[in-house]
């Protein structure tokens, strides 16, 4: 395994254990999905993302709170994009 695939399974492992189930399976769910396909720029962005506190990136990726300029990036877009898809899969059921 090289250094890349060893930072992005340490990365899905973080995604996952956020500390609440809504914001861990937003998290978790986009790391499983994207990552892969994620140049290092990218997987920086998760990773500061994964820094922060979980509230406040539940709610940027919600749209609750506006995202701050130096978290509103790609993999901000893709998070909220997933949220939008989760929350319309939730409203049909």
């Not at 892969?36 to 990136?57: H, T």
Request: proline share 4%.
């Amino acid at each position: 395994m090289d250094a890349r695939e060893i930072r992005i399974k340490q990365l899905r492992f973080r995604a996952w254990r956020r500390g609440f189930r809504e914001h861990d399976f937003l998290m978790g769910t986009f790391a499983d999905q994207k990552l892969d396909g994620l140049d290092s720029k990218g997987l920086d962005a998760f990773e500061d993302l994964l820094e922060q506190a979980d509230w406040d990136v539940y709610y940027w990726i919600t749209s609750q709170r506006p995202v701050p300029p130096e978290f509103d990036s790609p993999v901000m877009e893709g998070l909220k994009a997933l949220s939008f898809t989760v929350e319309t899969i939730q409203r049909a059921v």
